[in-house]
């Protein structure tokens, strides 16, 4: 074997301290403008929908979302009560609001689901077609008309988006009175 055929084998380099690693990197040139566009769509409220009508979850609330299933019914309720649900070891009460709010049925082909809003003894469950929306081009509107009676009060303000018009909605307060109306 000549000289020439001989592999060398790679000189080993010294190892660089944290702090020079780290200033090393060289972030892409488009990088700024990518966090940029991710601040532009950083979502402003969540929103859900019965029937036709487009509800905001109130800033600061706990949510989930869950299949409807499990929801007992209980005997003599209110028709706008559709029952309760065992929600990891807390009774929830789920309610209907397109039976409370007198809405048309609609013919929509998604998932009824269980919008939980709050938690412990303070959680309801609404029963909601199909997912929650993230509105990310929301903006305050003035409150259009058309609100069904029994939700005016409790629908303060209204934000827009593209096409849609979604309604504050003051649960708790809507749910107290709804229990109150039917005591």
């Given at each position: 074997m000549s000289s020439a055929d001989t592999v060398?084998?790679?000189?080993?380099?010294?190892?660089?301290a944290p702090g020079a690693a780290l200033s090393r990197f060289v972030p892409p040139a488009n990088l700024a403008s990518a966090i940029a566009e991710r601040k532009e769509e950083r979502v402003v409220r969540y929103g859900f929908r019965i029937g036709t009508l487009r509800l905001l979850v109130r800033p600061g609330t706990g949510s989930e979302v869950v299949e409807?299933?499990?929801?007992?019914?209980?005997p003599n309720a209110p028709r706008w009560l559709a029952g309760m649900m065992n929600q990891r070891g807390t009774p929830v009460p789920v309610f209907d609001l397109s039976?409370?709010?007198?809405?048309?049925?609609?013919?929509?082909?998604?998932?009824?689901?269980v919008l939980l809003l709050d938690t412990g003894e303070r959680a309801v469950g609404v029963l909601i077609n199909g997912f929650p929306a993230a509105l990310?081009?929301?903006r305050p509107i003035g409150r259009p008309a058309g609100l069904p009676a029994r939700l005016a009060p409790f629908a303060p303000a209204a934000l827009a988006?593209?096409?849609?018009?979604?309604?504050?909605?003051?649960h708790p307060d809507?749910?107290?009175?709804?229990?109150?109306?039917?005591?």
């Open positions: 060398l084998a790679p000189t080993p380099r010294a190892l660089l409807a299933r499990g929801i007992a019914p209980l039976t409370a709010l007198d809405l048309p049925r609609s013919d929509d082909p998604e998932k009824t689901m990310t081009d929301a988006t593209a096409d849609l018009v979604w309604f504050e909605f003051q809507f749910f107290e009175s709804l229990c109150h109306a039917a005591a």
